[in-house]
């Protein structure tokens, strides 16, 4: 009788689990994601859209992601302690903007004269960058995952034509992350500012110049009605924009949900660049044809060399200040020292070979 009785309970026990197991199956969730884009943003909200669209489809409807953008929520940089204090499930913003309260955060978008976006993608997954990344987010209740990537940014727009150090003196600039940094430290006055509010500062004169992304997005914001010199970029050569998700919420959800937001999430990254490089493409066009008085420029040698000094410069300090900082610092340096030495031998070759034969 005790063996039948220990044989019924187990059986009990393995029933209940599995009918638990197929419950929660079933079940339905549905995330709230709060992004730092105004609502129907161009490429940036695309991502944020494809991603909720593909997790859907992917889970049979299981699982489903309500967007807010700034708009509703009022915060397009808050979104940090918003994901943080569980006011929101999940994010899509860019890691640098959160430098100011944690400063590690900043080496998961882009770093002045760092590695492209093939390399900065096979970095993350393949050279250690996810859980670098990880060890930064812990401490706050959430995971960072990579969330789109605009490739190679340009320089910036800028009324008056640069040709020297001196023409940077005092210049107000909204730049953020790192080059912010950098470019203070060349006499550049940096400040960030939420996109929606960039045409109306430097159409008022609040700022001098204003870097944003690349063709793309630039044009839908007017800034080539203002500003005639348009500087190649050394700041952001890959731009990487992120997901959030608040640690308890990932945590509540199955392993099969959990690994469908990985695939959506890495999908819709994929899908942002590649809409990156065509959008950016096809808006170029158009600004040559439309806005001739728009001026390609680069910046002079002196200024490369000085920003390429305090670039440098600020790095040691901020592995001398962070433990943290200086293993990241480290691993991307490293990383991008093997990479680039391929990249150099096929895609700068490829490239060089072809503005030859042309």
């Not at 940036?44 to 992917?58: I, L, Q, Y």
């Not at 903007?97 to 080496?107: A, D, I, R």
Request: hydrophobic share 40%; no cysteine.
């Amino acid at each position: 009788m005790k063996i039948r009785s220990v044989l019924s309970a187990a059986v009990l026990a393995v029933t209940t689990t599995f009918a638990a197991t197929q419950a929660l199956a079933q079940d339905t969730f549905t995330l709230r994601l709060a992004e730092t884009w105004g609502p129907n943003f161009p490429i940036f909200g695309d991502t944020s859209k494809r991603f909720a669209e593909t997790v859907e489809k992917m889970s049979d409807g299981r699982l489903k992601v309500r967007i807010d953008s700034a708009n509703k929520h009022k915060a397009p940089l808050g979104v940090f302690d918003m994901v943080k204090a569980g006011q929101y499930d999940m994010g899509h913003s860019a890691s640098y903007y959160w430098k100011g309260k944690v400063p590690e955060t900043l080496f998961f978008t882009s770093m002045p004269f760092g590695m492209n976006a093939m390399e900065q993608y096979a970095w993350f997954y393949h050279g250690g960058g996810m859980e670098l990344m990880q060890e930064v987010y812990e401490p706050h209740n959430m995971l960072s995952f990579p969330g789109g990537n605009t490739g190679v940014q340009m320089g910036g727009w800028f009324r008056k034509e640069i040709n020297s150090l001196e023409d940077l003196q005092g210049l107000k600039m909204r730049i953020p992350g790192f080059a912010g940094e950098v470019f203070a430290e060349v006499g550049v006055n940096p400040t960030n500012i939420a996109p929606g509010e960039l045409y109306t500062a430097l159409e008022r004169n609040t700022i001098d110049a204003v870097e944003w992304v690349g063709p793309a997005l630039d044009l839908r914001l007017g800034f080539q009605q203002i500003a005639d010199y348009y500087y190649t970029g050394w700041h952001e050569p890959a731009t990487e924009l992120q997901f959030l998700v608040n640690k308890r919420v990932w945590e509540k959800l199955p392993e099969d949900l959990q690994e469908i937001m990985r695939v959506a999430m890495r999908t819709a990254s994929y899908d942002m660049l590649v809409h990156s490089q065509h959008a950016n493409a096809e808006a170029w066009a158009n600004i040559r044809e439309e806005y001739p008085n728009v001026q390609i420029k680069r910046f002079p040698d002196d200024i490369f060399e000085a920003m390429y000094a305090a670039n440098k410069k600020l790095l040691k300090e901020a592995a001398a200040e962070s433990d943290m900082a200086a293993k990241i610092i480290d691993s991307q340096q490293n990383y991008l020292e093997q990479s680039r030495a391929y990249t150099t031998i096929s895609e700068r070759a490829y490239l060089n070979t072809m503005a030859e034969v042309e």
